[in-house]
Nanobody, 123 residues
Framework: QVQLVESGGGLVQAGGSLRLSCAAS????????MGWFRQAPGKEREFVGT????????YYADSVKGRFTISRDNAKNTVYLQMNSLKPEDTAVYYC????????????????WGQGTQVTVSS
């Protein structure tokens, strides 16, 4: 079992930056691949990016590539989402998710979810 808690959301102007954190509790955080997803009102949950259990590899959606960076600190049981050059279309609730071993780009690939944190980007 893994419990996930996101933090760091808020209101930011277009072009600004935010860093989201996802703190995990439970056993063996380093066994889990982590993903970030987002969901805007009236839209389906959308893949943002994923990081392997070791942190050695990441993969991003085209919509955020070059602007967002995922990293993790297994000693702190935390994964991060650094968001730069934010756009109004990045406004959404952001969720972190976990799955043993290998992640994916579909929300069904993940077993554990946080409660989400709101990110609002004003124009």
């Amino acid at each position: 079992q893994v419990q996930l808690v996101e933090s760091g959301g808020g209101l930011v102007q277009a072009g600004g930056s935010l860093r989201l954190s996802c703190a995990a509790s439970g056993r063996s955080f380093s066994w889990y691949a982590m993903g970030w997803f987002r969901q805007a009102p009236g839209k389906e949950r959308e893949f943002v990016g994923t990081i392997t259990w070791s942190g050695s590899s990441t993969y991003y959606a085209d919509s955020v590539k070059g602007r967002f960076t995922i990293s993790r600190d297994n000693a702190k049981n935390t994964v991060y989402l650094q968001m730069n050059s934010l756009k109004p279309e990045d406004t959404a609730v952001y969720y972190c998710a976990a799955v043993r071993d290998t992640g994916g780009i579909y929300y069904t690939d993940y077993d554990y979810w946080g409660q989400g944190t709101q990110v609002t980007v004003s124009s």
